[in-house]
């Protein structure tokens, strides 16, 4: 009898695969679960498992065709099914001057434990993983590893630097490189091949089957893929492809690719409502950056929070003298653009004080003389770190997002703080994370392993995410006031300066010399009254002033 096999459902909203390899021709016998094709979607390269047995009478595909889930691949004749089934009772063994499995006489066999694992080298492919809300594509910097070289899981193969930071990218396999497909300078995108990989992978189980007079070994299929059954259990089965965590796409939603819908999601775009330039309406990234796009334009002409400002062209600069160009980095753009919206959609207000931190800083140096020896400094921002989330506790409004769109405040239960860290290569945030449960030691031993790690271009996307509220201090540099920008979509950020000595009157006919911190607190005013403001920075300052009752 003819039977049909099609090709099955091969995940969610992947309505098509590319034939990279045909593992089956017309004649050749198949079994349940032989694999029959080698196939590549969207996702991952996988095999195709047959559910059906027979002799193949007709091939309907081949390497190269792009076949939709449902379409006929091939036709067997169940009819001619080679039984090759194991029993407790009974066994097999192959003809070595034939391709056709047999069964063995009715000659009794047993079944021992598995003695060992059949391997087979496995070209695998490592993709450039995501990297981050929003990002694309990275500019490769270093590759790490070349051909002939073994690597380990999670060794560093390249670096990377995208629109956040300059990073490392860990293995996710282990094995021997055999092809580098990427070269320092080139721009990566997310989901490329990076490395191929050759891996060893357990492909099947080899298990010894006795005879009562001889023992007698079952050995693997030929080329054509003519497999030897495996007792139920011992087979491994092909998984299902890991999709990212998605809602449930339902019947009728627009068709798009897992990564095209998580994208249309993060950037606030209905995939429903966007046009579809391929085949059948089919949604492509391209067609959600040209929506979106497009929904930006129309709402600054209809008086958006965008300044709509049309831009100038520059001067010809050689006509006054000699000029040099360099190319802005990735982290360099992407502050400028990031900065130019919070600016642009933020309404800004500064407030200013004076911390008086005399005894502070008297306190703070007796506390390093006696941690000399654990070299472990304290310093005064992992001291406002502490401040400022027993200042957030009080003001819950500072640990707090603004979604305008939906008209609704987001007030965070978390206590993450940034702390800006000044590299050759721009300005970094890192987010030390669950401050409120930290020790002031604690503190300042991740803000120091941080801040070098950004130094270092070690930083992890994990540790640039998650923020709540930021602390920029130049007191380093110098300066007495500046104007810090909130770090969207945070609503305050904290400025600090250089602590100078100043006269004090005293209230008894004396000018002392105190030392005063200057502290400069910028704040989103649509969710920040200026009395909440300084009602904010007034704690923070009163808890510079008193340490002991900090400590």
């Not at 193949?56 to 036709?75: E, F, P, Q, R, S």
């Not at 008297?362 to 506390?367: D, N, Q, V």
């Not at 130049?474 to 250089?498: D, K, M, Q």
């Amino acid at each position: 009898m003819a039977t049909e096999f099609k090709l099955p459902e091969l995940g969610e909203n992947i309505e098509a695969a590319d034939v990279v390899a045909v593992l089956v021709s017309e004649g050749d016998t198949v079994i349940k679960d032989q694999a029959i094709l080698e196939i590549e979607t969207d996702k991952a390269t996988i095999e195709v498992p047959s559910t059906v047995e027979g002799k193949i009478t007709n091939l309907l595909i081949k390497v190269g065709d792009k076949v939709k889930v449902g379409a006929t691949i091939l036709i067997v004749d169940e009819g001619k099914i080679v039984e090759s089934k194991i029993k407790s009772e009974s066994g097999i063994k192959k003809d070595n001057k034939t391709s056709e499995v047999k069964t063995e006489p009715e000659v009794e066999y047993k079944a021992t434990p598995i003695t060992k694992s059949l391997f087979k080298k496995e070209i695998v492919d490592f993709y450039l993983p995501e990297l981050g809300e929003n990002i694309e594509a990275a500019d490769v910097l270093n590759v790490l590893v070349k051909v002939g070289d073994v690597i380990e899981v999670d060794q560093a193969i390249l670096e990377i630097e995208t629109d956040k930071a300059t990073i490392e990218v860990p293995s996710s396999v282990a094995g021997k490189v055999v092809e580098v497909l990427i070269k320092s300078g080139d721009k990566a995108k997310v989901g490329q091949v990076i490395i191929k990989v050759e891996a060893a992978d357990v492909e099947s189980v080899e298990t010894k089957i006795e005879n009562k007079d001889e023992a007698k070994e079952t050995t693997r299929q030929s080329a054509k893929k003519e497999t030897v059954p495996i007792p139920t259990g011992e087979r491994p089965s092909i998984q299902p492809m890991e999709l990212d965590d998605q809602p449930p796409i339902l019947k009728g939603a627009a068709p798009a690719a897992p990564s095209v819908r998580r994208i249309a999601r993060e950037i606030g775009v209905d995939i429903n409502k966007v046009p579809g330039s391929g085949s059948n309406g089919r949604i492509s990234m391209d067609d959600v950056k040209a929506y979106s796009k497009k929904l930006h334009e129309s709402y600054a002409k209809g008086g958006g929070t965008g300044l709509n400002i049309k831009s100038e062209s520059l001067p010809d600069f050689t006509k006054f003298g000699v000029i040099k160009k360099t190319e802005m980095t990735n982290i360099r753009k992407k502050t400028a653009d990031h900065l130019s919206y919070a600016w642009a959609s933020i309404p800004h207000v500064t407030q200013f004080d004076k911390a008086d931190i005399t005894l502070l800083e008297k306190t703070r140096k007796e506390l390093n003389k006696e941690n000399e020896k654990s070299g472990t400094k304290l310093t005064v921002t992992a001291i406002l770190v502490k401040i400022i989330v027993e200042a957030l506790k009080e003001f819950p409004q500072f640990n707090s997002s603004i979604d305008m769109e939906k008209k609704e405040i987001i007030y965070k239960e978390y206590f993450n703080l940034g702390v800006a860290v000044d590299t050759d290569f721009g300005l970094i945030v890192p987010v030390i994370k669950n401050v409120d449960k930290k020790s002031l030691t604690e503190i300042s031993v991740e803000m120091n392993a941080l801040a070098e790690k950004a130094r270092n271009k070690k930083i992890g996307l994990d540790d640039l995410q998650g923020g709540c509220f930021t602390i920029s201090n130049l007191g380093g540099i110098g300066g007495t006031y500046f104007t810090p920008i909130v770090n969207s979509p945070e609503v305050a950020i904290l400025g600090v300066s250089r602590g100078a000595l100043e006269p004090v009157w005293n209230g008894f006919g004396v000018f002392e010399p105190r030392l005063l911190l200057p502290l400069s607190l910028s704040y989103d005013h649509r969710i920040i009254d200026g009395a909440d403001a300084i009602r904010f920075l007034r704690f923070v300052v009163e808890a510079l002033e008193q340490p002991l009752r900090l400590l």
